[in-house]
């Protein structure tokens, strides 16, 4: 669990395990390990961390010392690149999409020896003018790497400059072999593959705070969009900023109402409809959450105002709440993302 304060100055950021069948917490195994923006992947049994702006740098956790960085096992992405993401192709290739850069770094993930990059230059609109088409999350499926472009004006507040994209890339050629428009501007959630619906589905919020966006889904088979499933903000009551897809007929996310008050739903991905509501709505920042092979949610809960923050924790088959109300302290940070070595 990756915890932080963004705080002034920088902030600080650390990182505490759980252990997932008692749920004894190591906390705050390094304070100050970690940079205050980042987020983590794991691969290979080992953690990567993607440590974004004003850090720059990919990082590597090994469960096998300690959970501590072992001797050259972190690597500069470019001053100023602010990496958002690492996508791995097998152990010896992996891809790194940085938002100020218009090009994917090409990384040897076992030795983070740099191998190359790959050329987006070509997907920058024409009324960007910070040239770089803002390459975001990642997902590898069925041997083909999928890049999130979010176009957007980053001198401006980073306002949506146009819809989203998806590039899809062969890492075989390292060439762009397809791109995907989606129907929403401002595609912020990772994307996700989902064995029952078989597509890969991701939110696009528009706007924050206006009913513009959803969750749109493409079909790998053909890497074109299924409009057969799509589930707007306005049925599901605000933005999509997280979600996961449990079954075909079940899914939770975390939705931004008009109020900026965050609140955790379930939802049925193949009709669109919210079912309910499991947490919320609070006026407390809700950044991450995640799914683990044991059927549970671990929810981020940035809760500032108490001295011992923590993870939510829920069951996903009957949403029953696994810590009867109250947060699992991981340490003195709030937690901001929940990976499983499971």
């Given at each position: 669990?990756?915890?932080?304060?963004?705080?002034?100055?920088?902030?600080?950021?650390?990182?505490?395990?759980?252990?997932?069948?008692?749920?004894?917490?190591?906390?705050?195994?390094?304070?100050?390990?970690?940079?205050?923006?980042?987020?983590?992947?794991?691969?290979?049994?080992?953690?990567?961390?993607?440590?974004?702006?004003?850090?720059?740098n990919i990082q590597i956790i090994d469960p096998q010392q300690g959970f501590t960085t072992p001797t050259n096992a972190q690597v500069s992405v470019g001053n100023g690149s602010n990496p958002q993401d690492i996508a791995f192709v097998s152990t010896t290739r992996a891809y790194v999409?940085?938002?100020?850069?218009?090009?994917?770094?090409?990384?040897?993930?076992?030795?983070?020896?740099?191998?190359?990059?790959?050329?987006?230059?070509?997907?920058?609109?024409?009324?960007?003018?910070?040239?770089?088409?803002?390459?975001?999350?990642?997902?590898?499926?069925?041997?083909?790497?999928?890049?999130?472009?979010?176009?957007?004006?980053?001198?401006?507040?980073?306002?949506?400059?146009?819809?989203?994209?998806?590039?899809?890339?062969?890492?075989?050629?390292?060439?762009?072999?397809?791109?995907?428009?989606?129907?929403?501007?401002?595609?912020?959630?990772?994307?996700?593959?989902?064995?029952?619906?078989?597509?890969?589905?991701?939110?696009?919020?528009?706007?924050?705070?206006?009913?513009?966006?959803?969750?749109?889904?493409?079909?790998?088979?053909?890497?074109?969009?299924?409009?057969?499933?799509?589930?707007?903000?306005?049925?599901?009551?605000?933005?999509?900023?997280?979600?996961?897809?449990?079954?075909?007929?079940?899914?939770?996310?975390?939705?931004?109402?008009?109020?900026?008050?965050?609140?955790?739903?379930?939802?049925?991905?193949?009709?669109?409809?919210?079912?309910?509501?499991?947490?919320?709505?609070?006026?407390?920042?809700?950044?991450?959450?995640?799914?683990?092979?044991?059927?549970?949610?671990?929810?981020?809960?940035?809760?500032?105002?108490?001295?011992?923050?923590?993870?939510?924790?829920?069951?996903?088959?009957?949403?029953?709440?696994?810590?009867?109300?109250?947060?699992?302290?991981?340490?003195?940070?709030?937690?901001?993302?929940?990976?499983?070595?499971?």
């Amino acid at each position: 669990v990756i915890t932080a304060n963004p705080g002034s100055g920088g902030g600080v950021g650390s990182y505490s395990t759980v252990d997932l069948l008692t749920r004894n917490v190591s906390r705050d195994i390094r304070r100050g390990g970690v940079h205050s923006d980042s987020l983590a992947r794991v691969f290979g049994g080992r953690i990567y961390v993607v440590n974004r702006l004003n850090a720059d740098n990919i990082q590597i956790i090994d469960p096998q010392q300690g959970f501590t960085t072992p001797t050259n096992a972190q690597v500069s992405v470019g001053n100023g690149s602010n990496p958002q993401d690492i996508a791995f192709v097998s152990t010896t290739r992996a891809y790194v999409s940085r938002l100020t850069s218009p090009s994917l770094l090409i990384l040897n993930p076992t030795t983070l020896q740099t191998l190359g990059t790959l050329d987006l230059r070509a997907r920058i609109k024409t009324n960007d003018r910070d040239g770089s088409p803002e390459p975001a999350y990642m997902l590898v499926n069925n041997g083909l790497l999928y890049v999130v472009l979010q176009h957007l004006d980053t001198q401006n507040f980073f306002t949506p400059l146009a819809r989203g994209e998806i590039v899809v890339v062969d890492p075989a050629t390292d060439r762009v072999v397809q791109t995907i428009d989606l129907p929403g501007s401002n595609p912020i959630s990772q994307l996700h593959f989902s064995p029952t619906l078989k597509r890969i589905l991701i939110s696009c919020v528009g706007n924050f705070g206006v009913n513009d966006g959803g969750i749109f889904a493409l079909d790998p088979a053909t890497n074109t969009l299924d409009p057969a499933i799509g589930i707007s903000e306005a049925a599901m009551g605000g933005d999509v900023t997280d979600f996961e897809i449990i079954s075909s007929t079940k899914g939770f996310a975390i939705i931004s109402d008009a109020t900026f008050a965050n609140a955790l739903v379930t939802f049925n991905p193949s009709t669109g409809q919210r079912l309910g509501t499991i947490l919320g709505p609070v006026n407390i920042f809700m950044p991450h959450l995640a799914v683990n092979s044991r059927n549970e949610l671990y929810l981020a809960v940035r809760d500032l105002r108490t001295p011992t923050p923590g993870l939510r924790l829920f069951d996903t088959v009957n949403d029953r709440d696994l810590t009867g109300g109250q947060a699992l302290n991981v340490g003195q940070l709030p937690p901001i993302w929940t990976v499983f070595l499971d």
